[in-house]
């Protein structure tokens, strides 16, 4: 574990201290940061999924993959 000082607006830092002991707010952060840091890793992983599935549906797109795909082996040996 790694100690951080970090800075909260006074209204911020009282909520917390209204909701959870003086000895376990540092677990509170930590438990609070991680969400967030995971649901942010969903979004992204959402937007890839989605990103892909679009790909795949654009036609234009899968056409010209299609022809580097064949060109992108010419003029070399199969050895």
Sequence with gaps: MR???ICFQDGT?????SLVER????????EAVEEKLQKQ???LR???I?????????KK???ELEIWDRISGDGLSDE
């Design 46 to 48: 959402k937007e890839m």
């Design 41 to 43: 890793k969903e979004e």
């Design 3 to 5: 100690n951080v000082n």
């Design 50 to 58: 989605a990103g892909y599935q679009e790909n795949v549906k654009n």
């Design 13 to 17: 830092y009282k909520k917390i201290a």
């Design 23 to 30: 000895r376990k707010i540092s677990r509170f952060v930590n």
């Design 61 to 63: 797109l899968q056409k």
